[in-house]
T-cell receptor, first 113, second 115 residues
Framework: DTEVTQTPKHLVMGMTNKKSLKCEQH?????MYWYKQKAKKPPELMFV???????INESVPSRFSPECPNSSLLNLHLHALQPEDSALYLC????????????FGQGTRLTVV | AQTVTQSQPEMSVQEAETVTLSCTYD???????LFWYKQPPSRQMILVIR??????QNATENRFSVNFQKAAKSFSLKISDSQLGDTAMYFC????????????FGPGTRLSVLP
């Protein structure tokens, strides 16, 4: 199983809503990531978790709150988002360290209205 | 900080032909990894090929090969016998050794394979 599963695939939310994105992998990977990708742009790293601990936070606004409840799950909690936060949110996982492939999910297309 | 540049925003190639996508990067690191990822319309990023900077031999994966020039900081991707399924965005990516898997992506090249 080399899948990273993200739910939901599409999400429309209002600026006052609270929602969560979910990511799951069963490859035994101990590193998990959230990326944000705007249209026609490359992915931008938001957060990195290693061994269920937050190791990198790329100065992401607090309206994005990551959570890693166990080694297979990664959540991204959203609240009070702005329309400019509309984007494709990609989750990825990999083994920790060095020359290793990152496996990506298909992403959640988020629209903030 | 590392930067990755892809100078070709869009390219097209006829089916069964060969195409080369360019990538240059800037780093002061000596130990790092380079990757090419493709992102088809399905949105999922898929690894095409990877190269360790300490290896002089160019990586090859079936129809995909790279030309890695460390001194020139160049990492181009050659696709031979192009297929319609190769149509996608292609991102060159850099990762420092022991950097916490922090990929730095280039801006991407949109490749269209024409029948």
């Amino acid at each position: 199983d080399t899948e990273v599963t993200q739910t939901p695939k599409h999400l429309v939310m209002g600026m006052t809503n609270k929602k969560s994105l979910k990511c799951e992998q069963h490859m035994g990977h101990r590193a998990m990531y959230w990326y944000k990708q705007k249209a026609k742009k490359p992915p931008e790293l938001m957060f990195v978790y290693s061994y269920e601990k937050l190791s990198i936070n790329e100065s992401v606004p607090s309206r994005f709150s990551p959570e890693c409840p166990n080694s297979s799950l990664l959540n991204l909690h959203l609240h009070a988002l702005q329309p400019e936060d509309s984007a494709l949110y990609l989750c990825a996982s990999s083994r920790w360290g060095g020359n290793t492939e990152a496996f990506f999910g298909q992403g959640t297309r988020l629209t903030v209205v | 900080a590392q930067t990755v540049t892809q100078s070709q925003p869009e390219m097209s190639v006829q089916e069964a032909e060969t195409v080369t996508l360019s990538c240059t990067y800037d780093t002061s690191e000596s130990n790092y990894y380079l990757f090419w990822y493709k992102q088809p319309p399905s949105r999922q990023m898929i690894l095409v090929i990877r190269q360790e900077a300490y290896k002089q031999q160019n990586a090859t994966e079936n129809r995909f090969s790279v030309n890695f020039q460390k001194a020139a900081k160049s990492f181009s991707l050659k696709i031979s016998d192009s297929q319609l399924g190769d149509t996608a965005m292609y991102f060159c990516a850099f990762m420092k050794h022991d950097s916490g898997q922090n990929f730095v992506f280039g801006p991407g090249t949109r490749l269209s394979v024409l029948p």
